[in-house]
């Protein structure tokens, strides 16, 4: 921290020491980046101006570079998501008969619906996409071991939201081939052994019916959002007390201006947004019909990311309640990982770990392929 | 900001532990009593009100305005069915909901079979699998024809 020894500003005045003779705009600053931007401590002692220039001189790692940006791309899309969430939401109405009705007015008649509708839908995929291989890179560097055990459940917890996120608003647009994707995905869910009939309790009931819809929607608009900027909020807090990242990997990777920084998450998030578009023009999510319930089309294909389940549900005789409790089980085992790998961190140990973790991951990807292989025939 | 000087606050003497354990013990077991009204009052809300289907008895319709072979999907609440023409006389109801996943099944007329969209569950106009992942057999519903008319039990 080498701020400005200089006590006495210049006499004029602006609005910034007017107000902050009013309020502590530090803590106010210091509140704003736990959700973003800035990963070293803020002294909210200190007035406004000089917390700016400490945080603007204090050397960041070379950060917004290869696996280490998907935190902050998954912190983009968070952004893009909630954006769009609220231009969608003005126009969206929550009922079986409007739900299929007001989306297509979206994506039909208004200006530039389908743009915002798609970037949405796109964004929701890159971000469950960007934060499961966020998780996979905390993996890969061992960055759950102590002190970072709350990071690592911030991630894991994270995933789960956006997950969670993503299957909540797909059954929204109430399509024929979202709303019985999303009741296949519910059976398993609801066939889980004591977990399954609390959510069903708590989601509505087994029937996806107007009840379901608008715990859905309120699930999807305001509780699981909030939740997410929570775990944003501990993960930063988290960051400023353990620092980036491990000693040995800075040191490997240098540190830069924190304004070369700032300007790396520029050019980054432009890229992403490249992205972005280019998807939500050339391979926009198709609209089948309204859901009916008394009618199931054939071809409804799980997520992406549930397609593993999925295949094993299909190829194997497994019962759907073994099926689902493996995935929570899975989960959960996930969160405790760094409670299981306390101990001595040996180079052979980590590699075992690291190979471990690659088996699991390719087991995964070979059922994923399958499971996608399995819906063109 | 100077900091003003801290005078050292003055604490009760401490209650013998006995009783301070039997303190502590009474307004936890009451914060506990709080918290289980709290959660059944919030419970007793959320618990989404149960859809029945009014109607036990559904009329599908004139026999006489089926075909001998052919199966309708009756659109009836939670328990959709499917009822088909055996013969002259022989009608049957059956469950169009699949024990596996629930979704709503076709109605194969040439095989006389019900066929589930969804992962190619098969069933014969019993109520038997036939092939496919789900384990348990369709609820079949009794049937009576009355002044030609057909009414279902469901």
Known sequence: MNGPGRQDPPARQGWVDWLEQRVNLSEIFSFLTHFGLVYTPVDTRKPVREVLHDVAAEPVPRYAHGARALGLLAAILFGLQIVTGVLLAY????????????????VRDLPGGWFIHQMHAWGSWLLVAVIVLRLLR???EGL??????????????????????????RLLTWDSHTYWGTVRGLEVVWAIPIAGPVLAFLLGGRTVNEDVLIRFYVLHLMVLPVFYAGFLYLTFATLRRVGLSRPEAARDQGTIHYREHVYSMTMLTVGLFAVLVTLATLL???????ADPYATPGGVRPPWYMLAPYALLQHLPVPAWLSGLGLLAAAIAVLLLPLWLRGDDTPGRRRRLRLAGVAVLAVWLALSVLGALLERR | MPIPEERPIRLPAPAPPDRRRFLTVLSQAFLALWGLGAAAVVGAYLKAPEKRDAERTVN???????RVGEGRLVRHGITPFYVVRLDATRVLALSAVCTHVRCILGYDPARRTLVCPCHDGRFDLSGNVLSGPPSRPLPGYPVSVRAGEIFVQV
């Open chain 2, 60 to 66: 599908a319709g004139l026999l006489a305005d089926y």
């Open chain 1, 91 to 106: 126009y969206y109405r929550p009922t079986p008969e409007a739900a299929f009705e007001s989306t297509r007015t979206i």
């Open chain 1, 144 to 169: 759950y071991r102590a002190p970072r055990e709350v990071l690592w459940w911030c991630a894991v917890a994270m995933t789960w939201v956006v997950i969670q996120s993503d299957f909540t608003g």
């Open chain 1, 284 to 290: 926009p999510f198709r609209f089948h019909a309204a």
């Open chain 1, 138 to 140: 905390l993996f890969w």
